[in-house]
């Protein structure tokens, strides 16, 4: 039986054990370590002061780095203060839309026409590892994904039926209670990153 030059000086990976074949040399390779997110505390916090208080968010550029980084640039250039909460269900909160500032367009918030930065980055990256958890903070959009823009949803439950359709940009990480006090019209007095 011819055994081939490679088969006696391979060895095998499986389950994490390293298999010998009889005869085979044992040739030390270096494991490549697994992808993990940044450690927490390492990325964005976003602060939200509120009338009713104020509640943060950190967000993750490991998973939506397109869509962080546009929020961030927004928030940089104070885009979001002074707007109000345009919507609030049970299920969530929302905003980011500039009309909101303008209470005699209140019939036309959180529409996608005109309610956004003007520069649109829709919705190419769908949470690969993150899911709509109660906290979980989303990028918005109105039946098209292309016009996802400014605006931020937060979960005040779990919403499973969100998850493969918006980008999970973040989560809360305090200030939850918070965010359960919020109603329509409450004004987002200042965001900042901390």
Request: glycine letters at 10%; proline letters at 5%.
């Amino acid at each position: 039986m011819v055994v081939s030059r490679m088969t006696r000086v391979a060895g095998w990976l499986l389950a994490g054990v390293v298999v010998l074949l009889p005869g085979a040399a044992f040739a030390q390779t270096a494991a490549k370590p697994a992808a993990t997110a940044p450690a927490e505390g390492t990325r964005p916090v976003v602060v939200v002061e509120t009338a009713k208080g104020s509640f943060e968010f950190e967000l993750y550029p490991d998973d939506a780095p397109t869509s962080v980084n546009h929020i961030l640039a927004l928030v940089k250039r104070n885009f979001y203060n002074g707007q109000r909460v345009h919507r609030v269900e049970p299920a969530l909160i929302q905003f980011g839309d500039p009309k909101s500032r303008d209470m005699t367009k209140r019939d036309q918030w959180g529409q996608t026409a005109g309610g956004g930065s003007g520069k649109p980055i829709g919705v190419a990256e769908i949470s690969k590892q993150y899911l709509h958890v109660k906290g979980a903070v989303g990028l918005a959009y109105a039946g098209d994904a292309t016009k996802a823009d400014s605006q931020i949803y937060i979960g005040k439950r779990d919403l499973p039926s969100l998850n493969g359709k918006y980008a999970v940009i973040g989560k809360v990480v305090s200030g939850m209670d918070v965010v359960e006090k919020i109603t329509v019209e409450d004004v987002i007095k200042r965001i900042s990153v901390k």
